[in-house]
């Protein structure tokens, strides 16, 4: 079935850091979306991708929808603490199904 | 977005035993999700759980393991039954706000239920 490769599966970063994360696919989707998921809780939506080379921000953070449809980043800029969490890439398909992506765990040092 | 509430949040269950989750929505939705998420791991979809008709199940899932229903369009549960340790999960409901004129969809998930079997 469809995969998502999402990467990097976790990341320990200095309060302040910029953090990019990725996730990649053979298959084209034709939205896609980021979650935050904290602990004990379910996955918020932070952004929705919807055409081919869309770029759109939502206060420090910026995805981008890839031009092959195939792959999408998410950007963090001056990371502070509660950005702490799980970041998971998800992919809608032609059937309408949302794949998701394995998870990119945030870590921020003291 | 969607308000879900879902409930219970948590439990602790004995082998054998089975476990009904309530999923409520604060609007009308067409299309309602249960997703299993196994610790530390990703979201894995169940079933699409559809009004008026049987919900549809994906490879790996079937109805007499985790039987669906949905009675509404604001309403749904998810039973798991006869539960062994390897059902341990938490539990997730999903509804999609999809614009089909614009080809927007936007998939909002309820806190989760954490399900631990003994």
């Known amino acids: 079935g469809q995969q998502l490769n999402q990467s990097p599966q976790s990341m320990f970063i200095q309060e302040g850091e910029d953090v990019s994360m990725n996730c990649t696919s053979s298959?084209?989707?034709?939205?896609w979306l980021w979650y935050k998921q904290d602990p004990g809780e379910g996955p918020v939506l932070l952004i929705a991708?919807?055409?081919?080379?869309e770029l759109t921000s939502n206060g420090r953070l910026t995805a981008q929808f890839g031009i092959t449809r195939k792959d999408s980043f998410l950007n963090i800029s001056a990371s502070i603490p509660s950005d702490v969490g799980i970041y998971f890439c998800?992919?809608?398909?032609?059937?309408?199904?949302?794949?998701f992506g394995k998870g990119t765990r945030l870590h921020i040092l003291p | 977005s969607a308000v879900i509430s879902q409930k219970p949040s948590r439990d602790i269950c004995q082998r054998g035993t089975s476990l009904t989750i309530q999923c409520q929505v604060d609007?009308?939705?067409?299309?309602m999700f249960w997703y299993r998420q196994q610790p530390g791991q990703s979201l894995t979809l169940i079933a699409t759980?559809?009004?008026?008709?049987?919900?549809?199940?994906e490879s790996g899932f079937v109805i007499d393991k985790f039987p669906i229903s949905r009675p509404n369009l604001t309403f749904s549960t998810l039973t798991v039954s006869n539960m062994s340790p390897e059902d341990s999960s938490i539990y997730l409901c999903?509804?999609?706000?999809?614009?089909?004129?614009?080809?927007?969809?936007?998939?909002?998930f309820g806190q989760g239920t954490r399900l631990t079997v003994v």
């Open positions: 609007s009308q939705v067409t299309m």
């Open positions: 991708l919807y055409k081919a080379g």
């Open positions: 998800a992919g809608m398909n032609r059937d309408d199904k949302i794949i």
């Open positions: 298959s084209i989707f034709n939205t």
């Open positions: 759980a559809n009004q008026g008709s049987e919900a549809t199940y």
């Open positions: 999903s509804v999609d706000r999809s614009d089909r004129k614009i080809m927007n969809t936007e998939a909002f």
